[in-house]
Nanobody, 125 residues
Framework: QVQLVESGGGLVQAGGSLRLSCAAS????????MGWFRQAPGKEREFVAA????????YYTDSVKGRFTISRDNAKNTVYLKMNSLKPEDTAVYYC??????????????????WGQGTQVTVSS
C-alpha cells in the first residue's frame, strides 16, 4: 500500500513557475513508476507526465513538453513536477499516482493503483 500526498499548488500568473511535490509513504517507493495527472473543471482527468522507477526515463503529454519536468528522489520518497511558462489552460487539480510495484512507465489512468488527494494549480492571465 502506498499513500501519496501532493503539495506545492497555488495561484500564479501566466508565464510563471511552480514546483509540485508528492511525498510517498512506505519503503517501496523506488519500486513504483510514478505519474502526474490533472483535471480541469468540467473535464476528464488527463495524463501529464510519467517517470520510471529509477528516474532514468520520462514521458510527457505533448501540451507540456519543454515546459514541465518530472523527476524523483528515491532517497526522499518524493516525486516532483516542475512547471515553467505556465498558461491559463494549465489550471487544474494535479494528482500524483503510483503504478503497482515492478511496472514501467504508464500514461493511462487505469494503469495506476494509488492516487493522492490532489493539489490545485490556478494560472491567471
Amino acid at each position: 500500500q502506498v499513500q501519496l500526498v501532493e503539495s506545492g499548488g497555488g495561484l500564479v500568473q501566466a508565464g510563471g513557475s511552480l514546483r509540485l511535490s508528492c511525498a510517498a509513504s512506505g519503503r517501496t517507493f523506488s519500486s513504483h513508476a510514478m505519474g502526474w495527472f490533472r483535471q480541469a473543471p468540467g473535464k476528464e482527468r488527463e495524463f501529464v507526465a510519467a517517470i520510471n522507477r529509477s528516474g532514468g526515463s520520462t514521458y510527457y503529454t505533448d501540451s507540456v513538453k519543454g515546459r514541465f519536468t518530472i523527476s524523483r528522489d528515491n532517497a526522499k520518497n518524493t516525486v516532483y513536477l516542475k512547471m515553467n511558462s505556465l498558461k491559463p489552460e494549465d489550471t487544474a487539480v494535479y494528482y500524483c499516482a503510483a503504478r503497482p510495484t515492478g511496472y514501467g512507465l504508464g500514461y493511462l489512468i487505469r494503469e495506476y493503483d494509488y492516487w493522492g488527494q490532489g493539489t490545485q494549480v490556478t494560472v491567471s492571465s
